[in-house]
């Protein structure tokens, strides 16, 4: 691997790390349940909520690290298309097969509309790719020293504000994507929770309300954070 394609990959890493840390943070079980699950299932919602541990612990937290190395798998793809002489479509597939919210596009939307929402995510990673190249042929191997060497503090703050950002170019299709995941109450209530629980049908919870916002608050403070370096820096 180019030394600076690695120098930027750790400075993407070490954003991404940070935003899902702070996500964890804002992330509410309670939230997410309550207003994800609807029908019989949510008489078992409070229920749910004296073990809200377990709940965060089996599925809140890898599904965060499953978004992680995702995130970062997509990433190498974009970096390919950064370092080549291709246009983005040449990494299409490779780029969208790790995008969350491309997976998370309902199956009944009509094929236009999907067609519409992965035209603009593929756009908001060609703008990334193309913000990166600079630094990739940077000579330093530390991501801060790249940009500072190869751009200006306007272009470094344009990127952290809007190309190291995951939440805002979804927020105008917020209508036809959906996060969600399955719950097995007996199995996370357990003991005699369990036994309460056993019969219980396996429930569906969309989180996706919940997911965002968390996320949005993430994103806001991780870019106060990586200005306040950039006022060290430049």
Do not use: C
Request: aromatic letters at 6%.
């Amino acid at each position: 691997m180019h030394v600076t394609r690695a120098a930027v990959r750790e400075g993407f890493e070490h954003f991404v790390a940070d935003a899902i840390d702070v996500t964890a943070d804002h992330f509410s079980v309670a939230r997410a349940l309550r207003s994800g699950v609807s029908g019989p299932g949510a008489s078992v919602v409070d229920r749910l909520l004296t073990n809200s541990d377990t709940i965060w612990q089996r599925v809140v937290e890898p599904e965060l690290q499953t978004y992680r190395k995702d995130t970062l798998t997509q990433f190498d793809a974009i970096l390919d298309y950064a370092e080549s002489d291709a246009g983005i479509d040449e990494f299409r597939e490779q780029i969208l097969e790790h995008d969350a919210f491309v997976s998370a596009i309902h199956e009944d939307v009509t094929p236009a509309r999907r067609a519409e929402v992965i035209e603009a995510l593929l756009e908001r990673h060609r703008k990334l790719g193309d913000a990166t190249v600079p630094l990739i042929e940077s000579s330093e191997d530390d991501f801060w020293e790249a940009a500072r060497t190869t751009i200006d503090r306007e272009a470094a703050e344009r990127l952290v504000e809007q190309r190291f950002v995951f939440v805002e170019p979804v927020r105008p299709y917020t209508d036809v994507i959906a996060m969600r995941t399955t719950l097995d109450p007996g199995e996370l209530l357990g003991g005699l929770g369990g036994l309460l629980g056993g019969g219980l049908p396996t429930l569906d919870v969309e989180y996706t309300d919940e997911a965002i916002r968390a996320m949005r608050r993430a994103e806001q403070e991780v870019i106060a954070d990586a200005k306040r370096e950039i006022d060290r820096r430049f």
